[in-house]
């Protein structure tokens, strides 16, 4: 079946525009995360929704990030006036729920560069 | 919060076996996980564990000891493809299954 999809693979931008990063998770899935890469680092946590409603968003390094997922599925990520440090993969991951030791199931990520 | 620490880099011989420790503290421990990342690729999934011991899994076992805070990944009989990043995740209880990783450890397999 179809895994974990995001769109743009790449995002270029310039320092102070807008972006929006696009999620589709595994059809069925209800847990969908959001996580940050830097290159030579581990991905950082960010925000996470179970259904419709984020459960826990204090991975947000600022009010300038926001993310919504309005139907349970797709998600988007919205970065407000970016900024050069905002530079990174975003990766997004799903799983069948929030249970103990569930997998999650990473997409390919988008690059933003911000210049 | 949480402190997870494993090797930077390592580097092994085609078809030897290669270990990868991680150490970690973290409050209200609820297993872990481990992820292979190749370059420019996402993560994915290869074991978790909860319960203290070693789970074999193929070519790839993984090993856990909660009251040392510790596990690590043992690869035997290396390929190529094995070299990759490998990315160690304890979670926390009711935190949603949250992942908090480490740095990772590059692995370069070497003919």
């Known amino acids: 079946g179809a895994g974990v999809s995001q769109t743009p693979s790449n995002k270029v931008t310039e320092k102070g525009k807008y972006v929006e990063l696009r999620c589709d998770p595994i059809?069925?899935?209800?847990?969908l995360y959001w996580y940050r890469q830097s290159l030579g680092q581990g991905p950082e946590f960010l925000i996470y929704?179970?259904?419709?409603?984020?459960?826990?968003d204090s991975g947000l390094p600022n009010d300038r990030f926001f993310a919504v997922r309005p139907e349970g599925s797709v998600s988007t990520l919205k970065i407000q006036r970016t900024e050069r440090g905002d530079s990174a993969v975003y990766l997004c991951?799903?799983?069948?729920?929030?249970?103990?030791?569930?997998?999650?199931?990473f997409g390919p990520g988008t690059r933003l560069l911000v210049l | 919060g949480q402190n997870i620490d494993q090797p930077t880099e390592m580097t092994a011989t085609e078809g030897a076996i290669v270990q990868i420790n991680c150490t970690y503290q973290?409050?209200?421990?609820?297993?872990l996980f481990w992820y292979q990342q190749h370059a420019g690729e996402a993560p994915t999934f290869l074991s978790y564990?909860?319960?203290?011991g070693l789970e074999e899994k193929g070519r790839f076992s993984s090993f856990l000891s909660r009251s040392k805070g510790y596990s690590y990944l043992l690869l035997k009989e290396l390929q190529m493809k094995d070299s990759a990043s490998y990315l160690c995740?304890?979670?926390?209880?009711?935190?949603?299954?949250?992942?908090?990783f480490g740095g990772g450890t590059r692995l370069m397999v070497k003919p």
């Open positions: 991951a799903s799983s069948p729920g929030t249970g103990v030791g569930e997998t999650q199931y």
């Open positions: 059809s069925g899935h209800t847990a």
């Open positions: 929704f179970q259904g419709t409603g984020a459960a826990d």
């Open positions: 973290t409050s209200g421990f609820n297993g």
């Open positions: 564990n909860v319960l203290d």
């Open positions: 995740a304890p979670v926390r209880e009711n935190a949603g299954n949250m992942l908090t």
